[in-house]
């Protein structure tokens, strides 16, 4: 496994490896790696000959109050899992490798960025879709992985990759839970043992709106009041929103009459968590189906 930090050698190592016909699968993280990343790794793994993985906090998509500085890091662990799932090569550039100047050019995704999450992280996608296609410019044509945990995330890269056209196949990846239930995150490092429990609700939230859709619910309002009331219910936990959208535009739907995508986002300690599932109308929870 070859650790590269300077942008040239990652596009000359990546192009070398292209004109001798090999696939190049890319997975983009921020680091602090956990079996979701893993996950994401192994399947790039899988289906092309050459992975590459980005560690990169990027301090674009972070807001002024958010946590850029705190974000944890732990890169000989990361580098210690990418080796276990057979990585070939770690992109880990500093700030100014990808940004070397003040104020760096970006890329604007418009209204899809303003919905769901970016109510409350204005700029975020911006910041999001501008990494991501220096990222992509920087791969080449390759496989991207990305998982659904970051439902509107995967949306956002999706239509950027097709709006830019950049060469790249995005390839959306199943959310990877903790036993009980808790989607994996870097940022559930920050939970203390109470907060940890509570953070439980995210997920029983989708659950419960999960098995009521199946019970024949179909308005969505009453389905985002009963998630959004579930997580209010819990002392610690500070609801975002609690939404039903279209899996596509992330609009907002009436009543359900196809594929839905049920998000919800709440602040629990210091960490702010989401959680997502997609379900059919037979109410049968399709995470990553679609
Ligand atoms: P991050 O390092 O948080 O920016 O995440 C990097 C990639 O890993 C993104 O595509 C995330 O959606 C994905 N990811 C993070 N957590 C999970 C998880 N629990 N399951 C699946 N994918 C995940």
Known sequence: MR????????????????EAGRRVGFVPTMGFLHAGHGSLMHRARAENDIVVVSIFVNPLQFGANEDLAAYPRDLDSDLSLCESEGVDIVFNP?????YPEANPFTVTVGEIGT???????????????????KLFN??????????RKDAQQLVVIERLARALNFPVTVVGCDIVREPDGLAMSSRNVYLKDDERRTALVLKRALDEATAAIGGGERDAR???????SRIS??????????????TETLDDLEQLAGPALLAVAAWVGKARLIDN???TLQGASSEGSS
């Open 3 to 18: 650790l590269l930090t300077r942008i040239a050698d990652v596009q000359r190592a990546l192009d070398k490896e292209r």
């Open 94 to 98: 500093d700030v100014t490798e990808m």
């Open 115 to 133: 919905k769901l999450c970016g109510r409350t992280r204005p700029g975020h996608f911006d910041g999001v879709a501008t990494v991501v296609a």
């Open 138 to 147: 920087i791969a080449g044509p390759c496989r991207a992985y990305f998982g």
């Open 222 to 228: 009453r389905i985002e009041r009963l998630m959004g």
């Open 233 to 246: 219910s819990e002392p610690l936990a500070k609801l975002d929103y609690a939404a039903v959208v279209d």
């Open 277 to 279: 599932t997609t379900v």
